[in-house]
């Protein structure tokens, strides 16, 4: 099993729907998760962290967080073709060890 | 304000050679990670520093890797006598704070290594 699964897509959504990307990890001592986006040729840009159960909510970006299923999603609102990326989930085990461990990324499509 | 910059972006070198990649992180960071990304992977962690110290180099694929960052700014990332499973695209990645799992990490824009 790996360490962080995401459905590799491609996901593909019509423009102004709303695209949602889920995340599950396996090792239950996780405590912070983040959302990076990874245009095509580009390095990966933070668009969400989270940290404890629940929603957070950043623009058009929405994280959910649930612990005890282990599992971490991302909500994009109101989906525009600029959306079209990769979105690499990421851990982090805990306090004493700051490395991320990343899934191998969700193929989002946007089309008009 | 700068952020994360790497040099070289591309490198091309023939199998045996040595080369040295180099980090430039977000001033005022403390921790400073490398990272190793194949195509159509994530990112895979490969070693960690907080200022000078590195305190993780478990992900070093092997002995022919070797990471330092002395003055606890810019760091170098050097792989000797390359092979070419090393090409890949190797990430440097800055964070403000130690060790916390509260620390979000900024990316470079990556060096591609091509190993022929």
């Known amino acids: 099993q790996k360490e962080v699964e995401q459905n590799s897509g491609p996901l593909s959504v019509p423009e102004g729907a709303i695209a949602s990307l889920n995340c599950t990890y396996s090792d239950r001592v996780s405590q912070s998760f983040f959302w990076y986006r990874q245009y095509s040729g580009k390095s990966p840009e933070l668009i969400m962290s989270i940290y404890s159960n629940g929603d957070k909510e950043d623009g058009r970006f929405t994280a959910q967080l649930n612990k005890a299923s282990q599992y971490v999603s991302l909500l994009i609102r109101d989906s525009q073709p600029s959306d079209s990326a990769t979105y690499l989930c990421a851990v982090n085990r805990d306090g004493t060890a700051s490395k991320l461990t990343f899934g191998t990324g969700t193929r989002l499509q946007v089309t008009l | 304000g700068a952020g994360v910059s790497q040099s070289p972006r591309y490198k091309v070198a023939k199998r045996g050679q040595d080369v040295a990649l180099r980090c430039d992180p977000i001033?005022?960071?403390?921790?400073l990670f490398w990272y190793q990304q194949a195509l159509g992977q994530g990112p895979e962690f490969l070693t960690y520093?907080?200022?000078?110290?590195?305190?993780?180099k478990s992900g070093l694929p092997s002995d022919r890797f070797f990471a330092e960052r002395p003055e606890g700014s810019v760091s170098t990332l050097k792989i000797q006598r390359t092979q070419q499973e090393d090409s890949a695209v190797y990430l440097c990645?800055?964070?403000?704070?130690?060790?916390?799992?509260?620390?979000?990490?900024?990316f470079g824009p990556g060096t591609r290594l091509t190993v022929l």
């Open positions: 001033s005022g960071h403390v921790s």
């Open positions: 520093f907080q200022n000078e110290a590195q305190l993780d």
């Open positions: 990645a800055s964070s403000l704070h130690g060790l916390s799992s509260y620390n979000e990490q900024f």
